[in-house]
């Protein structure tokens, strides 16, 4: 039942924070009693392995301690204050995170080391996820969580156990990492009904890049193109490298026309560089998206979108030849 009355208030543990001494002066949460304080100088709030959160009523946040905002690239709180996990869209399926939160809300269950999948950067990351109920005068009136990376976790914190799923040069997800994201979004899609997007990019002028300006000059193109596809789409979307010159964005549910904004402003983006390293460079790209809904097959989206890109580069008018693509000093 909504507002379930526990046995007793949670209580700040630390005796000089202002939850324990009722002191609100400087409190970003008057009246909650949370058990570990984000305002004290110990405990989870300033443990850099856990992410620490809190939220009303409505799964809104309301604070993170810096480990949190670190994790998800966030400058301040003002990036999540008064959204949630579904503004967000960080969650392949959101479905179980909010099931869990209305159970911690709506009948005071704590929920402990459970585990899901949330895109962080680009990547598709494994997390461990605990809620507590934060209470007022015997009410239920927010959650408090915090959650710990599995992967690091399990490997110590060992970043070079996790490179078998990540491009080297790039930093984004190898092959193998694309294939098993997708693969969790698949599941989301049968399971919960939640839709995605395939997008699909060819960056048309990669070849000649390599063949004129050489492989290493061609290594830090990619890793340009690579952050380039991070800030437009690495809080919400996986994105992978999965060969020389392709990329691919899946992105969960959206409009066409979001979607196809989303391809528009990869191109803009990429096709905005103008120099790599230094040296003058043009890179020319290709975007285009299926839907897993209208296919349910994931080779036929990789076709699909083969075949939309070969379109447009035949209908294209005034499209750079590839001799166009390329102007450097180092030529």
Known sequence: MSGKTPNRDIGCTVKSCAYHCGSEDNCSLPGIHVEACPNCGSGAARD?????????????????????????????????????????????????????ELRVLNEGESISHVPGHCIVKGEVRDILATKRP????????????YFVDADNELLGNNEMGSLPLRDPVTGLLNFTGLESATWRFVDS????????????????????????????????????????????????CAIGHVYADRFVILAQSATDEQLQELCDEVERRLM????????????????????????????????????????????????????????STLL
């Open 48 to 100: 850099e392995s856990m992410c620490l959160f809190w939220k009303d009523r409505d799964r809104k946040f309301i604070g993170a301690n810096r480990a949190f905002l670190d994790y998800y690239g966030f400058d301040s709180v003002a990036d999540i204050a008064g959204k949630t996990d579904e503004d967000m869209g960080w969650h392949i399926d959101p479905v179980p995170f909010l099931e869990d």
């Open 189 to 236: 899609y049968k399971r919960s009904g939640i839709d995605f997007a395939m997008i699909s990019i060819n960056i048309e002028s990669f070849q000649q890049i390599n063949d004129e300006l050489g492989y290493e000059f061609g290594d830090k193109v990619l890793a340009r193109i690579g952050e380039e596809l991070r800030n437009a789409a690495g809080s919400r």
């Open 272 to 327: 905005a560089i103008v120099e790599v390293d230094g040296a003058p460079c043009t890179v020319y790209a290709l975007a285009g998206f299926a839907r897993y809904s209208e296919i349910q097959d994931v080779e036929a989206m990789k076709r699909h979108n083969r075949d939309r890109r070969a379109k447009r580069r035949d209908d294209s008018e005034g499209m750079p030849s590839q001799g166009d693509v390329i102007t």
């Open 134 to 145: 934060v209470y007022r005068n015997g009410r239920i009136v927010g959650l408090v969580g």
